[in-house]
């Protein structure tokens, strides 16, 4: 059989400060244990850099050795196949739990070291019953036996319900925040709907942190900062920063 595969443009970063902030969620994701494997990206709105950071995370677990599949599940509007430039007309996941694929024909490897790629796949009218669908609770089931990481980018989910459903299938999520955009209550929102599936809420990227918190406050203040922040969106300040198995944190810029 023909092997399926990619080419991802505009995966690698030079910022250093960025580079080194997603190592460092990377490692946090790592230390919440080895259960803890497939994992969701989510975001209040779009626009907060979610979808970024998720390749990021991806090609960075790949890096280190680990086999990755990151899959694309904003059936509603991804921005993947623009953004990283993919030629060709690729079989995704809508297509997939609508029957019209197998498995094998929506699964591609990639030119990023270890990262297999699900692709959102063309616009579904009805991607939240998609999801609840049988068939994505199996994929992800077998994709477990295979890698070590499943890396989900989900819909923002400030007023849409796929996010959830997804969660629900999920052994933790992370919420990517736009520092300066989104509101607590907003937060708060996305926060119970998470809580709401039954999955673990691992933490927060903090995301686009310029002007006063730039990458040199953070290379001199960075755990201070984020123990206030998560103080500020209600979390148990009874356990600290570095208690990375209730933690994960990560400064990035866009």
């Not at 970063?13 to 997603?22: C, G, L, M, P």
């Not at 497939?38 to 390749?55: D, H, N, Q, R, W």
């Not at 890096?63 to 509007?77: H, M, N, P, Q, W």
């Given at each position: 059989?023909m ?7 505009n995966?690698?970063?030079?910022d250093?400060?960025y ?8 490692t946090?994701?790592?230390f919440c244990?080895?259960?803890?494997k497939?994992?969701?990206f ?5 626009g907060?850099g979610?979808s970024?950071?998720?390749?990021a995370?991806a090609?960075?677990?790949g ?5 990755v599949?990151l899959?694309?599940a904003?059936i509603?509007?991804?921005?993947l196949?623009?953004?990283?430039e993919i030629s ?7 297509q997939y739990?609508s ?7 929506v699964t591609y ?8 790629l ?7 009218p009805n991607?939240a ?5 049988e068939?994505f609770?199996r994929?992800?089931?077998n ?9 989900i980018?989900t819909?923002?989910m400030?007023?849409l ?8 299938q999920?052994d ?9 955009a989104?509101?607590?209550r907003m937060?708060?929102k996305?926060?119970?709907q998470?809580?709401k599936?039954g999955?673990?809420i691992?933490g927060t ?14 290379k ?8 206030k ?7 148990d300040e009874s356990?600290g920063?570095?208690s990375?198995?209730?933690?994960v944190s990560?400064?990035?810029e866009?």
């Amino acid at each position: 059989m023909m092997e399926m595969r990619l080419e991802l443009k505009n995966t690698e970063r030079s910022d250093y400060y960025y580079t080194e902030a997603v190592k460092t969620l990377r490692t946090n994701l790592q230390f919440c244990g080895s259960s803890i494997k497939t994992i969701l990206f989510t975001s209040t709105v779009s626009g907060e850099g979610k979808s970024a950071t998720t390749v990021a995370v991806a090609a960075s677990l790949g890096s280190i050795g680990k086999k990755v599949l990151l899959v694309d599940a904003d059936i509603r509007k991804s921005v993947l196949v623009k953004r990283h430039e993919i030629s060709g007309r690729p079989n995704g996941l809508s297509q997939y739990l609508s029957g019209q694929k197998k498995l094998g024909e929506v699964t591609y490897h990639t030119n990023v070291e270890n990262v297999d790629l699900i692709l959102a796949g063309p616009y579904s009218p009805n991607p939240a019953e998609l999801l609840e669908d049988e068939l994505f609770k199996r994929m992800l089931e077998n994709a477990r036996e295979i890698y070590d990481y499943i890396i989900i980018d989900t819909p923002p989910m400030l007023n849409l319900i796929d996010g959830a459903i997804i969660a629900s299938q999920c052994d933790g999520a992370v919420i990517v925040v736009e520092s300066g955009a989104i509101s607590y209550r907003m937060v708060q929102k996305v926060k119970t709907q998470l809580e709401k599936s039954g999955c673990r809420i691992l933490g927060t990227v903090l995301n686009r942190v310029g002007g006063e918190y730039g990458a040199g406050y953070y290379k001199k203040y960075y755990g201070k900062y984020y123990k206030k922040y998560y103080s500020k969106y209600g979390t148990d300040e009874s356990i600290g920063y570095d208690s990375v198995r209730e933690r994960v944190s990560c400064e990035t810029e866009r």
